[in-house]
């Protein structure tokens, strides 16, 4: 019966000021390598409130149909009880944010990432700055 393995690491992603987008399939592909397990669970985790991460295909048409669709639930220009507190600019950073989730779980099959063909794993810096996001990653698995 083969070994159950936990690896764990870090990566670090430059991001634009939000709604900033980066993909990171192959940094996460990079890991489940370096991991070695073949079957099991990848599991990401975006460190900071006003960071999120979430699968889409990474295409200009559709990133920029995402970019417009955050803007629209939490827009920037609305009024937000954070930034009375604050007043750092970011109160719709936060609610963006909460709104995609810090985090995402992807199946390890045949030592590999299991997406699809137009399946891509992005970080979303939602952030009135450029942000340098902080990725947990942890693979569990055989």
Known sequence: ????????????????????????TAKLQ?????SGIANGSL?????????????????P???????????ELAPPDREY????AWMDGNG?????????GPSL???????????GTWQQVVAINHDVGPRTRKIEITAMGI
């Open 1 to 24: 019966m083969a070994e159950m393995k936990c690896f764990t690491t870090q990566i670090q992603i430059a991001v634009e000021q939000g709604v900033g987008i980066v993909d990171i």
């Open 30 to 34: 990079e890991a489940v390598q370096e």
């Open 43 to 59: 599991q990401g985790f975006c460190i900071g409130s006003t960071g999120s991460l979430t699968c889409i295909e990474y295409e």
């Open 61 to 71: 048409g559709v990133i920029s149909d995402l970019v417009r669709s955050i803007n």
């Open 81 to 84: 009880e954070h930034e009375k």
């Open 92 to 100: 719709h950073s936060h609610v963006q944010a909460a709104l995609m």
């Open 105 to 115: 779980d992807i199946p390890i099959r045949n030592g590999r990432c299991s997406l």
